[in-house]
């Protein structure tokens, strides 16, 4: 079974251009997560779906940061314009639905931004 | 603060047991702890999550003290495959709250 599959795996633009990051979650997986990864740091929960509804976006920096799950499937996060401070490795992780169900994570987007 | 306390890093030798801690005062009695482990260049992958009675399954072990303010990870036999930074987590509504994590040196 393929797991959780995460496009670019790297990517490096200049600042204040967009970028997007696709991520493909597990078969059968309804809740989706994005998160982001500081150098050195824990990854730390940007948004969370439930099928196609955002149910945690708390940490999400809503001023550039954007992400969508239109059919419940597959999902994009984008940032625009992207800051110097945007660095980050960008995991998607998905599980099965329910509360503290194991999740999966892909390989991450690793972000430079210049 | 919901996120938990590890030591930064810690040794082992290979094929010794590894006794990793973790500190979570403030887990509320509904919280459960979760481990798991990020190799270089990977994703985290999950080893194990308990809420109040000792856990086991093929990676690993978890210990919970009886207070529930801290628990253990031990891995029975240290391969260098185990070498990785490992992430004691209290799970809070529904998400995981990460820390930085203990990074685990094997020696061969």
């Known amino acids: 079974e393929a797991g959780v599959v995460q496009s670019p795996r790297y990517k490096i633009i200049e600042k204040k251009q967009p970028v997007a990051f696709w991520c493909n979650p597990i078969?059968?997986?309804?809740?989706l997560y994005w998160y982001r990864q500081n150098l050195g740091q824990g990854p730390e929960l940007l948004i969370r779906?439930?099928?196609?509804?955002?149910?945690?976006d708390s940490q999400l920096p809503k001023d550039r940061f954007s992400a969508e799950r239109l059919k419940g499937v597959d999902s994009t996060l984008k940032i625009q314009p992207a800051e110097l401070g945007d660095s980050a490795v960008y995991l998607c992780?998905?599980?099965?639905?329910?509360?503290?169900?194991?999740?999966?994570f892909g390989p991450g987007t690793r972000l430079t931004v210049l | 603060d919901a996120k938990t306390t590890q030591p930064n890093s810690m040794e082992s030798n290979e094929e010794e047991p590894v006794h990793l801690p973790c500190n979570h005062s403030?887990?509320?009695?509904?919280?459960?702890i979760h481990w798991y482990r990020q190799l270089p260049s990977q994703g985290p992958e999950y080893v194990i999550h308990?809420?109040?009675s000792n856990v086991n399954n093929r990676m690993a072990s978890l210990a919970i003290a009886e207070d529930r303010k801290s628990s253990t990870l031990i891995l029975h036999r240290a391969t260098l495959r185990d070498a990785a930074v490992y992430y004691c987590?209290?799970?809070?509504?529904?998400?995981?709250?990460f820390g930085k994590g203990t990074k685990l040196s094997v020696k061969p």
């Open positions: 992780a998905s599980s099965a639905s329910g509360a503290y169900n194991e999740q999966f």
């Open positions: 078969s059968g997986h309804n809740t």
């Open positions: 779906y439930e099928n196609e509804e955002a149910v945690d």
């Open positions: 403030t887990i509320s009695g509904t919280d459960y």
């Open positions: 308990g809420l109040t």
């Open positions: 987590i209290r799970g809070s509504q529904g998400n995981l709250i």
